[in-house]
Protein backbone atom coordinates (compact mmCIF):
# COMPACT_ATOMS: atom_id res chain seq x y z
CA UNK A 1 0.00 0.00 0.00
CA UNK A 2 2.64 2.36 0.57
CA UNK A 3 4.87 1.94 -2.83
CA UNK A 4 1.21 1.98 -4.14
CA UNK A 5 0.80 5.93 -2.95
CA UNK A 6 3.74 6.54 -4.88
CA UNK A 7 2.38 5.49 -7.74
CA UNK A 8 -0.06 8.13 -8.37
CA UNK A 9 2.39 10.99 -9.94
CA UNK A 10 0.70 11.13 -12.75
CA UNK A 11 -2.17 12.59 -11.37
CA UNK A 12 0.00 15.62 -10.59
CA UNK A 13 0.71 16.86 -13.73
CA UNK A 14 -1.61 19.16 -13.87
CA UNK A 15 -0.22 20.29 -10.69
CA UNK A 16 3.90 20.75 -12.39
CA UNK A 17 2.78 21.72 -16.23
CA UNK A 18 2.63 25.06 -15.11
CA UNK A 19 5.67 25.29 -14.07
CA UNK A 20 7.18 23.48 -17.59
CA UNK A 21 5.27 25.67 -19.28
CA UNK A 22 6.25 29.54 -17.67
CA UNK A 23 10.10 28.69 -17.65
CA UNK A 24 9.99 27.17 -20.88
CA UNK A 25 7.41 29.04 -22.80
CA UNK A 26 5.43 26.54 -24.04
CA UNK A 27 2.25 26.80 -25.37
CA UNK A 28 -1.02 24.92 -24.09
CA UNK A 29 -0.75 22.60 -27.34
CA UNK A 30 3.10 21.63 -26.56
CA UNK A 31 1.76 20.97 -22.81
CA UNK A 32 -0.89 18.83 -24.22
CA UNK A 33 1.83 16.84 -25.95
CA UNK A 34 3.51 16.40 -22.81
CA UNK A 35 0.39 14.86 -21.50
CA UNK A 36 -0.19 12.00 -24.19
CA UNK A 37 3.91 11.26 -23.03
CA UNK A 38 2.68 10.78 -19.83
CA UNK A 39 -0.32 8.95 -20.25
CA UNK A 40 1.61 6.55 -22.44
CA UNK A 41 4.64 6.77 -19.83
CA UNK A 42 1.42 5.40 -17.16
CA UNK A 43 0.45 2.51 -18.72
CA UNK A 44 3.16 1.15 -21.47
CA UNK A 45 4.24 -1.74 -19.18
CA UNK A 46 5.29 -4.22 -21.50
CA UNK A 47 8.79 -4.09 -20.19
CA UNK A 48 8.20 -3.94 -16.62
CA UNK A 49 5.57 -7.31 -16.51
CA UNK A 50 8.39 -8.77 -19.00
CA UNK A 51 11.14 -7.93 -15.94
CA UNK A 52 8.63 -8.92 -13.70
CA UNK A 53 9.17 -12.93 -14.67
CA UNK A 54 12.66 -12.77 -14.85
CA UNK A 55 14.18 -10.31 -12.23
CA UNK A 56 13.04 -10.50 -8.13
CA UNK A 57 10.69 -8.12 -7.69
CA UNK A 58 12.85 -5.86 -5.71
CA UNK A 59 15.02 -6.22 -8.84
CA UNK A 60 12.00 -4.79 -10.92
CA UNK A 61 11.30 -2.22 -8.39
CA UNK A 62 14.77 -0.37 -8.51
CA UNK A 63 14.61 -0.38 -12.20
CA UNK A 64 11.46 1.90 -11.81
CA UNK A 65 13.00 4.21 -8.94
CA UNK A 66 15.80 4.56 -11.00
CA UNK A 67 13.87 5.27 -13.97
CA UNK A 68 11.34 7.61 -11.91
CA UNK A 69 14.54 9.25 -10.12
CA UNK A 70 16.04 9.91 -13.76
CA UNK A 71 13.20 11.44 -15.74
CA UNK A 72 11.81 13.53 -13.24
CA UNK A 73 15.02 14.56 -11.89
CA UNK A 74 15.98 15.38 -15.27
CA UNK A 75 13.27 17.95 -16.42
CA UNK A 76 13.82 19.25 -12.92
CA UNK A 77 17.14 20.68 -13.83
CA UNK A 78 15.73 21.93 -17.09
CA UNK A 79 12.97 24.15 -15.21
CA UNK A 80 15.10 25.74 -12.70
CA UNK A 81 17.52 26.04 -15.44
CA UNK A 82 20.87 23.87 -13.61
CA UNK A 83 20.57 21.64 -17.19
CA UNK A 84 20.65 22.91 -21.13
CA UNK A 85 17.13 22.83 -22.91
CA UNK A 86 16.02 20.16 -24.82
CA UNK A 87 13.74 20.26 -27.64
CA UNK A 88 10.21 19.08 -27.12
CA UNK A 89 10.65 15.25 -28.47
CA UNK A 90 12.76 14.70 -26.09
CA UNK A 91 10.89 16.58 -22.65
CA UNK A 92 8.26 14.11 -24.11
CA UNK A 93 10.98 11.14 -23.52
CA UNK A 94 11.86 12.35 -20.05
CA UNK A 95 8.44 12.53 -19.07
CA UNK A 96 7.55 9.22 -20.21
CA UNK A 97 10.44 7.76 -18.92
CA UNK A 98 9.61 9.47 -14.99
CA UNK A 99 6.12 8.38 -14.81
CA UNK A 100 7.16 4.85 -16.84
CA UNK A 101 7.94 4.00 -13.48
CA UNK A 102 4.76 3.78 -12.04
CA UNK A 103 4.30 0.66 -14.10
CA UNK A 104 7.38 -1.30 -12.00
CA UNK A 105 5.35 -0.15 -9.05
CA UNK A 106 2.22 -1.19 -10.36
CA UNK A 107 3.33 -4.66 -11.32
CA UNK A 108 5.27 -5.75 -8.52
CA UNK A 109 2.92 -4.65 -5.47
CA UNK A 110 -0.08 -6.47 -7.85
CA UNK A 111 1.89 -9.88 -8.91
CA UNK A 112 3.25 -10.12 -5.14
CA UNK A 113 -0.29 -9.62 -3.63
CA UNK A 114 -2.57 -11.35 -5.59
CA UNK A 115 -0.16 -15.02 -5.37
CA UNK A 116 0.00 -14.41 -1.36
CA UNK A 117 -3.72 -13.70 -1.45
CA UNK A 118 -5.05 -15.96 -4.24
CA UNK A 119 -8.60 -16.08 -2.65
CA UNK A 120 -8.77 -12.25 -1.81
CA UNK A 121 -8.61 -10.89 -5.22
CA UNK A 122 -11.05 -8.62 -5.26
CA UNK A 123 -10.33 -6.81 -2.12
CA UNK A 124 -6.63 -6.92 -2.94
CA UNK A 125 -6.39 -5.49 -6.33
CA UNK A 126 -9.26 -2.99 -5.04
CA UNK A 127 -7.32 -1.63 -1.71
CA UNK A 128 -3.71 -1.18 -4.09
CA UNK A 129 -5.33 0.36 -7.06
CA UNK A 130 -7.18 3.21 -4.42
CA UNK A 131 -3.90 4.01 -3.11
CA UNK A 132 -2.63 4.73 -6.57
CA UNK A 133 -5.64 6.55 -7.20
CA UNK A 134 -5.01 8.33 -3.90
CA UNK A 135 -1.40 9.28 -4.62
CA UNK A 136 -2.10 12.08 -6.36
CA UNK A 137 -3.58 14.26 -3.28
CA UNK A 138 -1.33 12.35 -0.40
CA UNK A 139 2.02 13.77 -2.49
CA UNK A 140 0.04 17.00 -2.93
CA UNK A 141 -0.82 17.20 0.96
CA UNK A 142 2.89 16.74 1.91
CA UNK A 143 3.91 19.04 -0.80
CA UNK A 144 1.76 21.70 0.72
CA UNK A 145 3.35 20.84 4.20
CA UNK A 146 6.56 22.21 2.59
CA UNK A 147 5.39 24.67 0.03
CA UNK A 148 8.11 26.87 -1.68
CA UNK A 149 7.57 29.62 -3.65
CA UNK A 150 8.97 27.97 -6.34
CA UNK A 151 6.79 25.45 -7.82
CA UNK A 152 9.11 23.34 -9.83
CA UNK A 153 10.39 21.99 -6.25
CA UNK A 154 7.37 19.61 -6.79
CA UNK A 155 8.99 18.05 -9.60
CA UNK A 156 12.05 17.64 -7.15
CA UNK A 157 10.27 16.16 -4.73
CA UNK A 158 7.55 13.66 -7.82
CA UNK A 159 11.33 12.57 -8.52
CA UNK A 160 12.93 11.83 -5.23
CA UNK A 161 10.19 11.20 -2.82
CA UNK A 162 8.62 8.27 -4.81
CA UNK A 163 12.34 6.75 -5.58
CA UNK A 164 13.52 6.73 -1.45
CA UNK A 165 10.32 5.01 -0.47
CA UNK A 166 10.34 2.05 -2.78
CA UNK A 167 13.97 2.12 -2.64
CA UNK A 168 13.86 1.50 1.39
CA UNK A 169 10.48 -1.29 0.68
CA UNK A 170 12.04 -2.89 -2.29
CA UNK A 171 13.07 -5.83 0.01
CA UNK A 172 10.26 -6.56 1.50
CA UNK A 173 7.87 -7.03 -1.54
CA UNK A 174 7.93 -10.63 -2.50
CA UNK A 175 5.88 -13.66 -2.70
CA UNK A 176 5.46 -15.34 0.85
CA UNK A 177 3.35 -18.33 0.22
CA UNK A 178 0.09 -17.98 -0.48
CA UNK A 179 -1.12 -21.01 1.09
CA UNK A 180 0.22 -19.95 4.49
CA UNK A 181 -2.31 -16.96 4.47
CA UNK A 182 -5.59 -18.54 4.22
CA UNK A 183 -6.04 -17.07 8.25
CA UNK A 184 -9.62 -17.18 9.36
CA UNK A 185 -8.96 -13.78 10.71
CA UNK A 186 -8.33 -12.60 7.15
CA UNK A 187 -12.47 -11.16 6.69
CA UNK A 188 -11.84 -8.93 9.90
CA UNK A 189 -8.39 -7.75 8.66
CA UNK A 190 -9.72 -6.82 5.22
CA UNK A 191 -12.35 -5.06 7.31
CA UNK A 192 -10.08 -3.42 9.30
CA UNK A 193 -8.26 -1.71 6.47
CA UNK A 194 -11.50 -1.11 4.65
CA UNK A 195 -12.17 1.13 7.21
CA UNK A 196 -8.94 2.77 6.93
CA UNK A 197 -9.45 3.20 3.63
CA UNK A 198 -12.67 4.81 4.08
CA UNK A 199 -11.27 7.14 7.13
CA UNK A 200 -8.30 8.24 4.79
CA UNK A 201 -10.59 9.04 2.16
CA UNK A 202 -13.09 11.10 4.25
CA UNK A 203 -9.97 13.49 6.28
CA UNK A 204 -8.60 13.93 2.99
CA UNK A 205 -11.35 15.32 1.48
CA UNK A 206 -12.33 17.20 4.72
CA UNK A 207 -8.39 18.35 4.52
CA UNK A 208 -8.61 20.00 1.25
CA UNK A 209 -12.02 21.32 1.43
CA UNK A 210 -10.95 23.02 4.60
CA UNK A 211 -7.40 24.77 2.92
CA UNK A 212 -9.39 25.45 0.15
CA UNK A 213 -12.17 28.02 2.02
CA UNK A 214 -9.88 28.95 5.07
CA UNK A 215 -5.84 30.02 5.06
CA UNK A 216 -4.62 28.19 7.11
CA UNK A 217 -1.05 29.20 8.70
CA UNK A 218 1.69 26.61 8.46
CA UNK A 219 1.18 24.55 12.25
CA UNK A 220 -2.23 23.57 11.02
CA UNK A 221 -1.58 22.66 7.80
CA UNK A 222 1.73 20.35 9.30
CA UNK A 223 -0.23 19.07 12.17
CA UNK A 224 -3.03 18.31 9.08
CA UNK A 225 0.03 16.52 7.41
CA UNK A 226 1.25 13.96 10.49
CA UNK A 227 -2.18 13.04 10.96
CA UNK A 228 -2.73 12.04 7.45
CA UNK A 229 0.87 10.41 7.40
CA UNK A 230 -0.32 8.57 10.88
CA UNK A 231 -2.83 7.27 8.80
CA UNK A 232 -0.95 5.82 6.14
CA UNK A 233 1.22 3.76 8.72
CA UNK A 234 -1.63 2.61 10.91
CA UNK A 235 -2.87 -0.25 8.84
CA UNK A 236 0.87 -1.92 9.66
CA UNK A 237 -0.97 -3.14 13.03
CA UNK A 238 -2.17 -5.92 11.10
CA UNK A 239 0.85 -8.19 10.51
CA UNK A 240 2.36 -6.79 13.68
CA UNK A 241 -0.39 -8.51 15.56
CA UNK A 242 -0.46 -11.86 13.40
CA UNK A 243 2.81 -12.05 14.25
CA UNK A 244 2.79 -11.84 17.90
CA UNK A 245 -0.69 -13.60 18.22
CA UNK A 246 0.13 -16.51 15.44
CA UNK A 247 -3.01 -19.19 14.80
CA UNK A 248 -3.43 -22.82 15.57
CA UNK A 249 -2.88 -23.97 11.76
CA UNK A 250 -6.15 -25.30 10.70
CA UNK A 251 -6.05 -28.24 7.75
CA UNK A 252 -8.16 -26.42 5.49
CA UNK A 253 -5.28 -23.67 5.76
CA UNK A 254 -2.70 -26.24 3.94
CA UNK A 255 -4.86 -27.38 0.92
CA UNK A 256 -5.23 -24.05 -0.28
CA UNK A 257 -2.75 -23.75 -2.65
CA UNK A 258 -0.53 -26.85 -3.11
CA UNK A 259 3.29 -27.14 -1.52
CA UNK A 260 5.38 -26.37 -4.32
CA UNK A 261 7.48 -29.75 -2.57
CA UNK A 262 4.23 -32.31 -2.57
CA UNK A 263 3.85 -31.88 -6.13
CA UNK A 264 6.88 -33.32 -7.17
CA UNK A 265 5.94 -37.50 -6.51
CA UNK A 266 2.09 -36.90 -8.14
CA UNK A 267 3.16 -34.90 -10.84
CA UNK A 268 2.11 -37.29 -13.37
CA UNK A 269 -1.07 -37.47 -11.56
CA UNK A 270 -2.04 -33.98 -11.98
CA UNK A 271 -1.24 -33.83 -15.24
CA UNK A 272 -3.61 -36.42 -15.83
CA UNK A 273 -6.33 -34.76 -13.58
CA UNK A 274 -5.72 -31.75 -15.97
CA UNK A 275 -6.15 -33.90 -19.22
CA UNK A 276 -9.57 -35.46 -17.48
CA UNK A 277 -10.63 -32.20 -17.04
CA UNK A 278 -9.89 -30.97 -20.34
CA UNK A 279 -11.68 -33.85 -22.02
CA UNK A 280 -14.69 -33.05 -19.25
CA UNK A 281 -15.11 -29.99 -20.77
CA UNK A 282 -15.16 -31.22 -24.40
CA UNK A 283 -17.30 -34.03 -23.81
CA UNK A 284 -20.06 -32.64 -21.61
CA UNK A 285 -23.73 -32.44 -22.82
CA UNK A 286 -24.05 -28.33 -23.19
CA UNK A 287 -27.82 -28.53 -21.21
CA UNK A 288 -25.44 -29.49 -17.98
CA UNK A 289 -24.58 -26.03 -18.17
CA UNK A 290 -27.88 -24.74 -17.77
CA UNK A 291 -29.32 -26.92 -14.73
CA UNK A 292 -29.68 -26.06 -11.20
CA UNK A 293 -26.45 -25.86 -9.48
CA UNK A 294 -26.42 -28.86 -6.98
CA UNK A 295 -27.49 -31.18 -9.86
CA UNK A 296 -25.28 -29.45 -12.44
CA UNK A 297 -22.18 -30.65 -9.69
CA UNK A 298 -23.44 -34.16 -9.71
CA UNK A 299 -23.75 -34.51 -13.18
CA UNK A 300 -20.34 -33.24 -13.50
CA UNK A 301 -19.00 -35.59 -10.96
CA UNK A 302 -20.32 -38.56 -12.54
CA UNK A 303 -19.57 -37.81 -16.29
CA UNK A 304 -15.91 -37.49 -14.79
CA UNK A 305 -15.81 -40.67 -12.67
CA UNK A 306 -16.81 -42.64 -15.86
CA UNK A 307 -14.50 -40.88 -17.54
CA UNK A 308 -11.44 -41.98 -14.87
CA UNK A 309 -13.07 -45.45 -15.17
CA UNK A 310 -12.75 -45.55 -18.77
CA UNK A 311 -9.33 -43.96 -19.18
CA UNK A 312 -7.94 -46.34 -16.23
CA UNK A 313 -9.31 -49.22 -18.30
CA UNK A 314 -8.15 -48.22 -21.81
CA UNK A 315 -11.49 -48.16 -23.21
CA UNK A 316 -11.35 -44.24 -23.97
CA UNK A 317 -8.14 -42.09 -25.64
CA UNK A 318 -8.18 -39.03 -23.55
CA UNK A 319 -7.35 -36.41 -25.60
CA UNK A 320 -4.27 -33.85 -24.41
CA UNK A 321 -5.50 -30.55 -25.33
CA UNK A 322 -3.94 -27.84 -27.36
CA UNK A 323 -3.60 -25.31 -24.53
CA UNK A 324 -5.14 -24.15 -21.03
CA UNK A 325 -8.78 -23.34 -20.45
CA UNK A 326 -10.07 -20.49 -19.14
CA UNK A 327 -9.03 -20.24 -15.10
CA UNK A 328 -6.08 -21.64 -15.99
CA UNK A 329 -2.14 -20.55 -16.64
CA UNK A 330 -2.21 -18.43 -19.78
CA UNK A 331 0.63 -17.30 -21.07
CA UNK A 332 0.12 -13.42 -23.19
CA UNK A 333 0.37 -14.98 -26.34
CA UNK A 334 -2.49 -17.79 -25.87
CA UNK A 335 -4.41 -14.95 -24.23
CA UNK A 336 -4.86 -12.76 -27.17
CA UNK A 337 -6.14 -15.23 -29.31
CA UNK A 338 -8.89 -15.35 -26.85
CA UNK A 339 -12.39 -13.44 -27.26
CA UNK A 340 -12.99 -13.19 -23.31
CA UNK A 341 -9.26 -10.88 -23.29
CA UNK A 342 -10.74 -8.85 -26.07
CA UNK A 343 -13.82 -8.20 -24.17
CA UNK A 344 -12.37 -6.91 -21.48
CA UNK A 345 -9.90 -4.65 -23.47
CA UNK A 346 -12.47 -2.75 -25.64
CA UNK A 347 -14.92 -2.77 -22.65
CA UNK A 348 -12.06 -1.09 -20.69
CA UNK A 349 -11.30 1.34 -23.34
CA UNK A 350 -14.62 2.23 -23.88
CA UNK A 351 -15.64 2.53 -20.09
CA UNK A 352 -12.10 3.49 -18.71
CA UNK A 353 -11.55 5.64 -21.85
CA UNK A 354 -14.82 7.74 -21.13
CA UNK A 355 -13.69 8.80 -17.76
CA UNK A 356 -9.90 10.02 -18.41
CA UNK A 357 -11.73 12.08 -20.67
CA UNK A 358 -13.78 13.70 -17.98
CA UNK A 359 -10.40 13.94 -16.20
CA UNK A 360 -8.05 15.09 -18.63
CA UNK A 361 -10.65 18.06 -19.33
CA UNK A 362 -12.56 18.24 -15.69
CA UNK A 363 -10.91 21.92 -15.57
CA UNK A 364 -12.46 23.44 -19.10
CA UNK A 365 -15.65 21.57 -17.89
CA UNK A 366 -15.85 23.37 -14.84
CA UNK A 367 -15.22 26.68 -16.49
CA UNK A 368 -17.59 26.23 -19.40
CA UNK A 369 -19.98 25.93 -16.45
CA UNK A 370 -19.44 28.87 -14.48
CA UNK A 371 -17.33 27.60 -11.46
CA UNK A 372 -13.98 29.72 -10.84
CA UNK A 373 -12.20 27.41 -8.66
CA UNK A 374 -11.63 24.26 -10.76
CA UNK A 375 -8.98 22.55 -8.12
CA UNK A 376 -12.18 21.26 -5.75
CA UNK A 377 -13.87 19.20 -8.74
CA UNK A 378 -10.07 17.89 -9.07
CA UNK A 379 -9.65 16.90 -5.36
CA UNK A 380 -13.16 15.42 -5.32
CA UNK A 381 -12.48 12.87 -8.38
CA UNK A 382 -9.55 11.56 -6.97
CA UNK A 383 -11.37 11.03 -3.17
CA UNK A 384 -14.48 9.37 -5.80
CA UNK A 385 -11.96 7.31 -7.63
CA UNK A 386 -10.32 6.05 -4.66
CA UNK A 387 -13.58 4.85 -3.21
CA UNK A 388 -14.70 3.58 -6.38
CA UNK A 389 -11.35 1.32 -6.12
CA UNK A 390 -12.00 0.20 -2.74
CA UNK A 391 -15.64 -0.62 -3.24
CA UNK A 392 -14.90 -1.94 -7.05
CA UNK A 393 -12.81 -4.58 -5.06
CA UNK A 394 -15.41 -5.07 -2.51
CA UNK A 395 -18.36 -5.25 -4.14
CA UNK A 396 -17.15 -7.76 -7.24
CA UNK A 397 -15.96 -10.15 -4.38
CA UNK A 398 -19.04 -10.31 -2.65
CA UNK A 399 -20.62 -11.59 -5.95
CA UNK A 400 -18.06 -14.44 -7.08
CA UNK A 401 -17.86 -15.91 -3.23
CA UNK A 402 -21.69 -15.39 -1.95
CA UNK A 403 -23.42 -15.99 -5.42
CA UNK A 404 -20.11 -17.84 -7.65
CA UNK A 405 -21.19 -15.10 -10.47
CA UNK A 406 -19.13 -13.64 -13.19
CA UNK A 407 -17.20 -10.76 -11.53
CA UNK A 408 -17.77 -9.11 -14.71
CA UNK A 409 -20.72 -8.11 -14.03
CA UNK A 410 -19.74 -5.22 -11.50
CA UNK A 411 -17.91 -3.84 -14.27
CA UNK A 412 -21.12 -3.67 -16.28
CA UNK A 413 -22.63 -1.68 -13.48
CA UNK A 414 -19.68 0.42 -13.16
CA UNK A 415 -20.34 1.39 -16.66
CA UNK A 416 -24.28 1.87 -16.04
CA UNK A 417 -23.29 4.56 -13.39
CA UNK A 418 -20.59 5.88 -16.19
CA UNK A 419 -23.20 6.42 -18.33
CA UNK A 420 -25.57 8.50 -16.10
CA UNK A 421 -22.59 10.62 -14.85
CA UNK A 422 -21.59 11.47 -18.77
CA UNK A 423 -25.12 12.46 -19.20
CA UNK A 424 -25.68 14.50 -16.07
CA UNK A 425 -22.50 16.82 -17.72
CA UNK A 426 -24.53 17.01 -20.94
CA UNK A 427 -27.63 18.81 -19.12
CA UNK A 428 -25.80 20.59 -17.58
CA UNK A 429 -28.01 21.04 -14.54
CA UNK A 430 -27.55 22.94 -10.89
CA UNK A 431 -25.46 21.14 -9.38
CA UNK A 432 -24.98 18.69 -12.39
CA UNK A 433 -20.76 19.16 -11.76
CA UNK A 434 -20.79 17.61 -8.13
CA UNK A 435 -23.22 14.38 -9.36
CA UNK A 436 -21.21 13.67 -12.27
CA UNK A 437 -17.81 13.96 -10.96
CA UNK A 438 -19.45 11.50 -8.07
CA UNK A 439 -21.03 9.16 -10.99
CA UNK A 440 -17.57 9.20 -13.25
CA UNK A 441 -15.19 8.92 -10.07
CA UNK A 442 -16.70 5.90 -8.34
CA UNK A 443 -17.44 4.56 -12.05
CA UNK A 444 -14.09 4.66 -13.25
CA UNK A 445 -12.04 3.92 -10.44
CA UNK A 446 -14.28 0.48 -10.24
CA UNK A 447 -12.53 -0.63 -13.35
CA UNK A 448 -9.11 -0.85 -12.18
CA UNK A 449 -10.42 -2.80 -9.02
CA UNK A 450 -12.38 -5.30 -11.32
CA UNK A 451 -10.34 -6.03 -14.24
CA UNK A 452 -7.00 -7.36 -12.75
CA UNK A 453 -9.03 -9.76 -10.53
CA UNK A 454 -11.08 -10.54 -13.85
CA UNK A 455 -8.01 -10.90 -15.72
CA UNK A 456 -6.20 -12.90 -12.93
CA UNK A 457 -9.40 -15.20 -12.60
CA UNK A 458 -9.75 -16.22 -16.26
CA UNK A 459 -5.96 -15.86 -17.58
CA UNK A 460 -4.01 -17.02 -14.28
CA UNK A 461 -1.84 -15.74 -12.57
CA UNK A 462 1.71 -17.22 -13.66
CA UNK A 463 2.39 -14.34 -17.29
CA UNK A 464 -0.16 -11.74 -14.92
CA UNK A 465 2.33 -9.26 -14.90
CA UNK A 466 2.33 -9.23 -18.91
CA UNK A 467 -1.41 -9.26 -18.93
CA UNK A 468 -2.12 -6.84 -16.59
CA UNK A 469 -0.06 -4.49 -18.65
CA UNK A 470 -1.61 -5.27 -21.83
CA UNK A 471 -4.88 -4.12 -20.81
CA UNK A 472 -3.65 -0.88 -19.13
CA UNK A 473 -2.88 0.20 -22.97
CA UNK A 474 -6.76 0.72 -23.19
CA UNK A 475 -6.34 3.67 -21.12
CA UNK A 476 -4.23 5.93 -23.45
CA UNK A 477 -5.81 4.46 -26.06
CA UNK A 478 -9.01 5.90 -25.02
CA UNK A 479 -8.13 9.10 -23.68
CA UNK A 480 -6.16 9.37 -27.20
CA UNK A 481 -9.12 9.09 -29.25
CA UNK A 482 -12.30 10.69 -26.71
CA UNK A 483 -10.26 13.44 -25.31
CA UNK A 484 -6.72 14.36 -27.66
CA UNK A 485 -9.58 13.94 -31.01
CA UNK A 486 -13.47 13.65 -30.15
CA UNK A 487 -13.69 16.19 -27.18
CA UNK A 488 -10.90 18.63 -28.44
CA UNK A 489 -12.18 18.84 -31.51
CA UNK A 490 -15.78 19.63 -30.53
CA UNK A 491 -14.82 22.39 -28.18
CA UNK A 492 -13.01 23.64 -30.17
CA UNK A 493 -15.43 24.47 -32.73
CA UNK A 494 -18.18 25.91 -30.41
CA UNK A 495 -15.75 28.35 -29.11
CA UNK A 496 -14.85 29.23 -32.27
CA UNK A 497 -18.34 29.70 -33.07
CA UNK A 498 -18.92 31.74 -30.10
CA UNK A 499 -15.82 33.75 -31.12
CA UNK A 500 -17.39 34.39 -34.50
CA UNK A 501 -20.33 35.70 -32.54
CA UNK A 502 -18.54 37.87 -30.17
CA UNK A 503 -17.01 39.34 -32.99
CA UNK A 504 -20.54 40.05 -34.89
CA UNK A 505 -21.43 41.18 -31.95
CA UNK A 506 -18.78 43.79 -31.57
CA UNK A 507 -18.53 45.05 -35.23
CA UNK A 508 -22.48 45.53 -34.37
CA UNK A 509 -21.60 47.47 -31.52
CA UNK A 510 -18.77 49.69 -32.73
CA UNK A 511 -15.27 49.57 -34.02
CA UNK A 512 -14.04 50.84 -30.56
CA UNK A 513 -15.10 47.34 -28.95
CA UNK A 514 -14.58 45.35 -32.07
CA UNK A 515 -10.69 45.78 -31.35
CA UNK A 516 -11.08 44.93 -27.90
CA UNK A 517 -12.63 41.58 -28.91
CA UNK A 518 -10.13 40.58 -31.13
CA UNK A 519 -7.28 41.32 -29.05
CA UNK A 520 -8.00 40.61 -25.27
CA UNK A 521 -10.90 37.48 -25.75
CA UNK A 522 -9.23 34.37 -25.34
CA UNK A 523 -10.57 31.17 -27.83
CA UNK A 524 -12.53 30.09 -25.05
CA UNK A 525 -16.37 28.43 -24.58
CA UNK A 526 -18.84 28.93 -22.17
CA UNK A 527 -21.92 27.66 -21.22
CA UNK A 528 -22.77 23.46 -21.43
CA UNK A 529 -23.17 23.50 -25.16
CA UNK A 530 -19.23 22.99 -24.83
CA UNK A 531 -19.53 19.36 -24.09
CA UNK A 532 -22.90 18.63 -24.64
CA UNK A 533 -22.11 16.34 -27.66
CA UNK A 534 -19.05 14.52 -26.30
CA UNK A 535 -20.01 13.51 -23.09
CA UNK A 536 -24.03 12.43 -25.14
CA UNK A 537 -21.06 10.39 -27.23
CA UNK A 538 -19.31 9.63 -23.84
CA UNK A 539 -22.44 8.17 -22.52
CA UNK A 540 -23.31 6.00 -25.45
CA UNK A 541 -19.92 4.67 -25.43
CA UNK A 542 -20.61 3.39 -21.41
CA UNK A 543 -23.74 1.70 -23.00
CA UNK A 544 -21.82 -0.56 -25.63
CA UNK A 545 -19.15 -1.05 -22.94
CA UNK A 546 -22.07 -2.35 -20.61
CA UNK A 547 -23.24 -4.67 -23.98
CA UNK A 548 -19.67 -6.00 -23.87
CA UNK A 549 -19.49 -6.79 -20.36
CA UNK A 550 -22.61 -8.69 -19.87
CA UNK A 551 -21.40 -10.83 -23.23
CA UNK A 552 -18.65 -11.38 -20.97
CA UNK A 553 -20.49 -12.42 -18.23
CA UNK A 554 -22.31 -14.62 -19.90
CA UNK A 555 -19.23 -16.16 -21.56
CA UNK A 556 -17.97 -17.16 -18.23
CA UNK A 557 -20.45 -18.39 -16.04
CA UNK A 558 -19.38 -21.80 -16.10
CA UNK A 559 -15.62 -20.50 -15.26
CA UNK A 560 -16.77 -18.87 -12.44
CA UNK A 561 -19.10 -21.72 -11.21
CA UNK A 562 -16.08 -24.01 -11.63
CA UNK A 563 -13.84 -21.52 -9.35
CA UNK A 564 -16.33 -20.78 -6.90
CA UNK A 565 -19.05 -23.08 -7.00
CA UNK A 566 -17.62 -25.59 -4.65
CA UNK A 567 -16.53 -22.87 -2.12
CA UNK A 568 -20.06 -21.76 -1.85
CA UNK A 569 -21.38 -25.07 -1.65
Same mark, same amino acid.
Given at each position: ?34 ? %? ?60 ? #? ?30 ? #? ?45 ? #? ?76 ? %? ?113 ? +? ?16 ? #? ?41 ? +? ?45 ? +? ?30 ? +? ?41 ? %? ?16
Amino acid at each position: MWIQSCAGIGYLFGSISPAIKSSLNYNQRQIAKLG %VAKDLGDSVGFLAGSLCEVLPLWGALLVGALQNLAGYGWVWLIVIGRAPRLPLWAMCILIFV #GNNGETYFNTAALVSCVQNFPKSRGPVVGILK #GFAGLGGAILTQIYTMIHHPDHASLIFMIAVGPAMVVIALMFLIRPV #GGHRQGRSSDGASFTFIYNVCILLAAYLMGVMLLEDLVDLNRTIITVFTVILLLLLIVPIVIPISLSFCSEPKEPAEE %VLLPQPEKLEPGKSEHNANEVIFSELEDEKPREVDLLPHSERQKRIAQLQAKLFHAAAEGAVRVKRRRGPHRGEDFTLAQALIKADLWLIFWSLLLGSGSGLTVIDNLGQMSQSL +GYDNTHIFVSLISIWNFL #GRIGGGYFSEIIVRDYAYPRPIAMAIAQLVMAVGHFCFAMGWP +GAMYIGTLLIGLGYGAHWAIVPAAASELFGLKKFGALYNFLTLANPA +GSLVFSGLIASSIYDHEAETQAHQRHLYAQNS +GALFSGKFAQDDPLKCEGSVCFFLTSMIMSGFCIVAVVLSLIL %VYRTKIVYANLYGKSRS
